[in-house]
């Protein structure tokens, strides 16, 4: 097929009359073969071929999007849909607060809006990217077809923030979408913009981590823009916070069904101490300890993916109305933020205090607070599971300066309570806290493929309940055996 | 007693706490704090808006109660409180809904499946008696079309128009229609079944609407009711009803579908289901429908424009002049072959529907055709219908 007989309303689903759109449609006409090509180059041939029982939206009202079916990856239809516009919005805050909605760029904050979609838009593929490998190892063929559920939405999520820079920024709104497909995770030269997304994804159990965690911390940057006065950006991605939270189940219910299997591998042997690790690692399931580790490390640094406690560019992007906070609307102040303070967390004189600053600097803290709420109830749920098989054991968030390469504690070294250490005691008890190459050596020896329908690897549980009310033992990819 | 409720809940053990459910709702019937996700019984209407959304399943939750759970009490559940059971009900499930004579109608019209039917293992949940006889849903009649052209067999097509009332029905479920008036002993009629003959998505697609197939019985209360009805009338109904008559959702699933008259509403149903759901290719579907000719098959018309490709069609036909008399079950032995590969096909779903006169005559086809490769037919059919692979309404 030629990129001219490419019928893009047919092609890509979309709300946004994209085929009476000229300017965008040659736009997009001239990025979707470097799109193909970077998705093909990615995902190893075999899962290209496979058909794969995925969710495809087609329109965004509720039943919409929700299609399943058998599709080959390389033919999912990516589409581009906004949230519907809601009639006379208006600026949910900063100074222009009240005022209604834009619905074109205001000029006097291109810049900052362009980059804000950008750094958003840069961690979609980047998400894929460091994910390309699991389909080998993937534990089920119902876990197969959650990771290409997710990658196939990550890259959706890429053309949703690609159409609004061509849409809305002209020439270097171009340039910047094809710069999406130059960088890439991990890469030197080119490396993706945020760090979490240059981390490697070694494993399954890093991947629940990442969607739990990292997914999470989307979700809420996500409901961030969603607050933006910048209309069409608000309504991408308030469609693409249903999406996300796809995600989030894949992760949530990820390491649960990773723990379950081990407490259950553990009762059926009569193994009562979660620390004698090597006669829980001869069951063939991951050890509490080593998942504690894992979520250690994701979950520092998904935190680093805030910024900086206390940032000036925050305080613009929401004082410019650009960004809002988490669930802005249900907040019940002056939206302005021009007197009060908030309370942020910092090392005076090597000692972490409590300090009010103005709130309108603290934007990042507040949203990441907002985050650790949130990211804690599922490590709850995780602890009942571990307490009603039993077994004396409790996952625990890592205090907030532990493990951070960003902000104020990216400075000192401290443990997973929060007392800062010397560099010395950190290197010494570091392999307490955070996976070791034996960890992960172990780890990756239990990634071995599962590809029959109904059959899951030893260290995972099938889950409570299929996909689009499918059992577990539906055959959610048909393999492409070549 | 006080009147039994039912109350939309969300499982606070798979819920991930991702608030989709929340910003779908289009009435603001859901919130959550750091705990848990919850419904407002107040407020919730059963849309259903909120189901599809749902990453998890954890929102196709019900409870029967006599009292609705409050959001605080919700707010503090750690996992969802078992069905409560009632002092004058033996099952506490969704039957606790179902009016014991509606149940009795259901259990006697699918006897002929010869034991405990189950769904099949795709099939969407049912959702049941979200209207009962006290607090039935009212619908217009938006059109009534005579099917047939045949004076002695007066076949109606009934379409009603739901409006806003959420009745969310599928494939091969039956409502229940509430004739207006009493009994010659003064007390209220009491519902009759029909299955729908329309898809979940209304009889067109994206209209709030449903369909039904009635034929005309003289005697007939409600059948005559409904048969006269005209365009613009309200009509009471209750329901939906039936849990386990109902299409997989796999489009790998062969369906196998055997009717007589208005036996052919839920293969309709199925039918249509199968044109709007299922792009790619389908496992396929195969209809024996009969009649007494084509003047008196229902939707004789519509189904010449189904392609074979979709549903490989039986049409026969006991009184046609120009042919020699047939019914269902000599034309599934004129096909004995191709039948015998169905049944041993682990994809093949059989649904049998109609006039209770054919299941004998079905009966005996099937035993010779499951003798044909090596089968004795009643273990098969015992073990389709544990799998969830055999259905049977007749009546």
């Known amino acids: ?482 | 007693m006080n009147k039994l409720l039912k109350q939309h809940v969300i499982c606070p053990e798979v819920c991930i706490r991702c608030y989709t459910c929340e910003m779908t709702c289009p009435i603001g019937a859901i919130e959550h704090d750091d705990n848990n996700v919850v419904v407002n019984a107040d407020i919730c209407n059963f849309c259903m808006e909120c189901i599809p959304v749902c990453p998890t399943g954890s929102i196709d939750e019900w409870r029967v109660v006599q009292e609705p759970y409050s959001l605080e009490a919700q707010y503090e559940w750690m996992e969802l409180p078992e069905q409560e059971k009632f002092a004058d009900s033996a099952e506490a499930e969704d039957k606790n809904l179902v009016d014991p004579e509606i149940e009795a109608l259901l259990l006697e019209a699918q006897i002929g499946a010869g034991g405990k039917v189950t769904p099949p293992k795709s099939a969407s949940k049912p959702v049941i008696a979200l209207y009962g006889m006290e607090t039935p849903a009212q619908v217009v009649v938006q059109g009534n079309y005579c099917l047939t052209d045949d004076p002695d067999h007066d076949v109606r097509h009934i379409i009603f128009n739901v409006g806003d009332t959420p009745i969310p029905v599928l494939e091969g479920q039956t409502i229940g229609v509430v004739p207006p008036g009493t009994d010659p002993n003064g007390k209220p009629h009491n519902a009759r079944l029909y299955s729908v003959s329309n898809p979940r998505d209304g009889e067109r697609p994206g209209y709030n609407n449903i369909s039904l197939t009635v034929k005309r019985d003289e005697k007939g209360v409600c059948s005559n009711y409904l048969c006269d009805l005209n365009q613009g009338d309200v009509v009471n109904i209750i329901g939906p009803f039936g849990s386990t008559f109902l299409m997989p959702d796999d489009p790998a699933a062969h369906l196998l579908m055997i009717c007589t008259g208005t036996g052919s509403a839920p293969m309709r149903a199925f039918t249509m289901r199968r044109q709007r759901a299922v792009v790619g290719a389908s496992g396929g579907m195969t209809l024996f429908f009969g009649a007494r000719s084509a003047g008196s098959l229902p939707y004789f018309g519509p189904l010449a424009k189904v392609p074979q490709s979709l549903l490989n069609q039986h049409l026969v036909y006991s009184r046609d002049e120009t042919q020699p008399k047939q019914y269902v079950q000599d034309r599934l032995l004129d096909n004995i072959e191709a039948v015998a590969n169905l049944l041993i096909n682990p994809a093949t779903y059989i649904y049998i529907c109609g006039l209770r006169d054919m299941e004998a005559g079905v009966e005996i086809a099937m035993t010779k055709i499951a003798s044909e490769s090596g089968k004795n037919w009643k273990d098969l059919r015992d073990q389709m219908r544990t799998d969830g692979r055999y259905h049977v309404e007749t009546y």
Not at chain 1, 230 to 253: K, N, Q, W
Not at chain 1, 310 to 322: E, L, Q, W
Not at chain 1, 363 to 380: E, F, H, K, P, T
Request: with cysteine.
């Open chain 1, 1 to 482: 097929m030629t990129i001219l007989d490419v019928n893009y309303d047919s092609l890509i689903p979309n709300n946004v009359g994209l085929s009476q759109d000229r300017k965008v449609l040659k736009a997009l006409e001239k990025w979707h073969p470097g799109y193909i090509s970077w998705w093909n180059d990615l995902i190893p041939k075999e899962f290209q071929e496979s058909m794969v029982y995925l969710r495809t939206a087609v329109s965004v009202d509720p039943k919409g999007w929700t299609k399943f079916d058998y599709v080959k990856m390389p033919e999912y239809r990516w589409g581009i849909l906004l949230a519907p516009q809601k009639e006379e919005r208006t600026i949910p805050c900063g100074e222009h607060f009240g005022e209604p909605a834009w619905q074109e760029v205001p000029g006097e904050y291109r810049n900052m809006l362009k980059r804000m979609i950008v750094i958003q838009g840069d961690t979609e593929p980047g998400s894929v990217e460091q994910q390309r490998f699991l389909g080998l190892t993937a534990p089920s063929l119902y876990d197969m077809r959650n990771l290409f559920q997710v990658n196939v939405e990550e890259g959706r999520h890429l053309w949703a923030m690609v159409y609004l820079l061509q849409k809305y920024f002209g020439k270097d709104g171009r340039e910047e979408a094809d710069d999406m497909l130059v960088r890439s995770s991990g890469s030197e030269e080119a490396p993706r913009m945020l760090g979490a997304f240059n981390e490697e994804t070694p494993d399954w159990l890093s991947f629940f981590m990442f969607t739990y965690f990292t997914d999470r911390d989307g979700k809420m940057q996500l409901e961030s823009l969603a607050q933006s006065g910048f209309d069409p950006l608000s309504r991408t991605c308030r469609f693409m916070i249903t999406e996300e939270a796809h995600h989030m189940f894949v992760g949530e219910t990820g390491v649960g069904r990773t723990i379950q299997a081990t407490i259950e591998a553990m009762n059926a042997h009569g193994i009562t101490d979660p620390y004698d690790i090597n006669k829980v690692r001869d069951l063939g399931v991951i050890d509490l300890p080593t998942i504690q580790k894992k979520l250690n490390l994701h979950y520092s640094l998904s935190l680093d993916l805030f910024g900086q406690e206390v940032s000036t560019n925050a305080a613009n992007a929401f004082n410019s109305g650009i960004k809002g906070r988490f669930m802005e609307q249900r907040i019940d102040d002056d939206h302005r933020l021009a007197s009060d303070t908030y309370i942020v967390r910092t090392i005076k004189d090597s000692k972490v205090v409590a300090e009010e600053v103005p709130a309108l600097t603290a934007i990042n803290m507040r949203l990441r607070d907002d985050y650790v709420r949130d990211a804690s109830g599922g490590v709850g749920r995780w602890n009942r599971m571990i307490a009603k098989a039993g077994v004396e054991f409790e996952m625990r968030l890592p205090d907030e300066a532990f493990h951070r390469q960003i902000g104020v504690f990216s400075e000192v070294n401290a443990d997973t309570e929060g007392n800062l250490i010397s560099l010395e005691s950190w290197e010494q008890q570091k392999k307490n806290w955070l996976p070791t190459k034996g960890d992960g050596d172990y780890i990756q020896s239990l990634m071995k493929p599962c590809v029959k329908p109904g059959e899951y690897a030893s260290w995972i549980a099938p889950p409570r309940m299929g996909i689009d009310n499918k059992p577990g033992d539906f055959e959610y990819v048909k393999l492409h055996m070549a």
